[in-house]
T-cell receptor, first 110, second 113 residues
């Protein structure tokens, strides 16, 4: 079992709709969680970080964390074709090592 | 602030050779982490350097090594290259604490023939 699990997709959403991405983790010692976006051939760029249970909103993005269920999610509202990318969920336990999920590929169709 | 820089961006080597990759972190960041990304294995942690010391290490063979200089710049070396070492090598810069974000450089794409 991988430490961080994501559905590989592709998740296909129409333009303007909400994209919902999910991630589960197995290490209960995980303290911080990150969502990165990666376009094909490019490096990951940070979208959101979240450390406490609940929701965190930044523009069109909302991250949700539930430590009891070991679950992290990302909502993308008003999805745009430019949001088409692979979204990587990552966690950190003690130390500064990021553990990544396999990524969810998102396709936003005009 | 300038972002994370990595050189070279592309590299072609043959089996058995060695390679050295370089990473310059964001100014003020003392932690540099290295990751390998392949289609089959995804993003995997190689090691982290903080204040010139290796602080964390992933599950890679000893052919993969690194170091960090006093200006926080880091180098990664892979000796006796194998075909399976073909990958995108990413370095990430941060302040070094568990709640701090890591910012990635553009990566070095290595092809081993």
């Amino acid at each position: 079992q991988k430490e961080v699990e994501q559905n590989s997709g592709p998740l296909s959403v129409p333009e303007g709709a909400i994209a919902s991405l999910n991630c589960t983790y197995s290490d209960r010692g995980s303290q911080s969680f990150f969502w990165y976006r990666q376009y094909s051939g490019k490096s990951p760029e940070l979208i959101m970080s979240i450390y406490s249970n609940g929701d965190k909103e930044d523009g069109r993005f909302t991250a949700q964390l539930n430590k009891a269920s070991q679950y992290v999610s990302l909502l993308i509202r008003d999805s745009q074709p430019s949001d088409s990318a692979t979204y990587l969920c990552a966690s950190k336990a003690a130390g500064n090592k990021l553990t990544f999920g396999g990524g969810t590929r998102v396709l936003v169709k005009p | 602030k300038a972002g994370v820089t990595q050189t070279p961006r592309y590299l072609i080597k043959t089996r058995g050779q060695q390679v050295t990759l370089s990473c310059s972190p964001i100014s003020g960041h003392r932690s540099v982490s290295w990751y390998q990304q392949t289609p089959g294995q995804g993003l995997q942690f190689l090691f982290e350097y903080f204040s010139e010391t290796q602080r964390n290490k992933g599950n890679f063979p000893g052919r993969f090594s690194g170091r960090q200089f006093s200006n926080s710049r880091s180098e990664m070396n892979v000796s006796t290259l194998e075909l399976g070492d073909s990958a995108l090598y990413l370095c990430a810069s941060s302040l070094g604490q568990v709640l701090e974000t890591q910012y990635f450089g553009p990566g070095t794409r290595l092809l081993v023939l």
